[in-house]
């Protein structure tokens, strides 16, 4: 008796070697979707087998070659005394203490996923608060020297129409105020990309404080795994494993449903 889990799908890519495990069955395999995708699927003992991993199919044929490796060598099973070889259509067998241990480890890396997750963003959080007040306060420094070019400029101006008055030659004076013009220009430019340097670095910080869980919410969280989830999860383990025995007839179908404790 052994179990097979069906997924059928439709495009096959490429016809791989024969299994060298099972030399007289050939496995047809397509290339593999995702780790756990991996499409195959084979004809054995005049039944088509078909899985949405090619692993699957080895193993329900190395199970049906190898009764040590089906439910028919199970301790539990075997204790409850059932007969799996007459004439039985479907077995289910689920070993809950297996699948609570697997789901309280799932809801632990779900919380630790969260505490990693935060920490990377606080991180970038204090890589960004930095960055932040280096512009301000460059920013602030090129405002003063702005400040001080258009004093400059301004007072420039000045000499120049009082020499223009007087008949003067001014045309030095001409060069430096427009050396200190340009210079006017290329600080204001500075100062427009801080301004958008800084608005991005808030828009950032807006972001990761709007996706940060509040640490006041993370011990809500750890409190609510220690004291109900795992709890709970240790209470359904006391159910060991639960099995159904379906028979289907001509006028009707009967399951039945067995269940092993700790």
Same mark, same amino acid.
Not at 36 to 55: A, E, M, T, V
């Given at each position: 008796?052994?179990?097979?889990?069906?997924?059928?799908?439709?495009?096959?890519?490429r016809?791989?070697?024969?299994?060298?495990?099972?030399?007289?069955?050939?496995?047809?395999?397509?290339?593999?979707?995702?780790?756990?995708?991996?499409?195959?699927?084979?004809?054995?003992?005049?039944y088509?087998?078909?899985?949405?991993?090619?692993?699957?199919?080895?193993?329900?044929?190395?199970?049906?070659?190898?009764?040590?490796?089906?439910?028919?060598a199970?301790?539990?099973?075997?204790?409850?005394?059932?007969?799996?070889?007459?004439?039985?259509?479907?077995?289910?067998?689920?070993?809950?203490?297996?699948?609570?241990?697997?789901?309280?480890?799932?809801?632990?890396?779900?919380?630790?996923?969260?505490?990693?997750?935060?920490?990377?963003?606080?991180?970038?959080?204090?890589?960004l608060?930095?960055?932040?007040?280096?512009?301000?306060? %460059? @920013? !602030?420094?090129?405002? /003063?020297?702005?400040?001080?070019? +258009?004093?400059?400029?301004?007072?420039? *101006? #000045?000499?120049? =129409?009082?020499?223009?008055?007087?008949?003067?030659?001014v045309?030095?004076?001409?060069?430096?105020?427009?050396?200190?013009?340009?210079?006017?220009k290329?600080?204001?430019?500075?100062?427009?990309?801080?301004?958008?340097?800084?608005?991005?670095?808030?828009?950032?910080?807006?972001?990761?404080?709007?996706?940060?869980?509040? %640490? @006041? !919410?993370?011990?809500? /969280?750890?409190?609510?795994?220690? +004291?109900?989830?795992?709890?709970?999860? *240790? #209470?359904?383990? =006391?159910?060991?494993?639960?099995?159904?025995?379906?028979?289907?007839?001509?006028?009707?179908?009967v399951?039945?449903?067995?269940?092993?404790?700790?």
């Amino acid at each position: 008796v052994y179990l097979l889990h069906v997924f059928f799908f439709f495009l096959m890519i490429r016809r791989p070697p024969r299994s060298t495990l099972f030399p007289y069955t050939t496995l047809f395999r397509s290339l593999p979707f995702a780790k756990n995708l991996q499409p195959g699927y084979c004809f054995y003992g005049g039944y088509l087998l078909i899985s949405d991993n090619y692993k699957v199919i080895e193993k329900a044929i190395a199970v049906s070659k190898n009764e040590s490796l089906s439910l028919l060598a199970n301790e539990d099973l075997n204790k409850l005394g059932i007969d799996l070889k007459g004439k039985t259509n479907q077995v289910v067998f689920m070993q809950v203490n297996v699948f609570f241990d697997k789901l309280g480890a799932l809801a632990e890396r779900g919380y630790n996923w969260l505490v990693s997750r935060n920490k990377t963003m606080a991180n970038r959080k204090s890589q960004l608060l930095k960055s932040v007040v280096q512009s301000a306060r %460059e @920013k !602030k420094k090129i405002q /003063i020297e702005i400040a001080q070019l +258009k004093s400059e400029i301004g007072k420039l *101006d #000045g000499e120049i =129409q009082q020499m223009k008055d007087e008949g003067l030659d001014v045309a030095a004076k001409q060069k430096v105020e427009v050396l200190l013009s340009e210079n006017l220009k290329i600080k204001k430019e500075k100062i427009k990309i801080i301004k958008e340097k800084l608005e991005k670095m808030n828009d950032a910080l807006a972001e990761i404080k709007q996706k940060m869980v509040p %640490e @006041k !919410k993370l011990r809500a /969280i750890r409190l609510y795994l220690d +004291k109900a989830v795992h709890p709970i999860i *240790d #209470g359904l383990k =006391q159910t060991k494993a639960i099995i159904s025995k379906s028979v289907y007839g001509e006028n009707k179908s009967v399951t039945y449903y067995y269940s092993i404790k700790e």
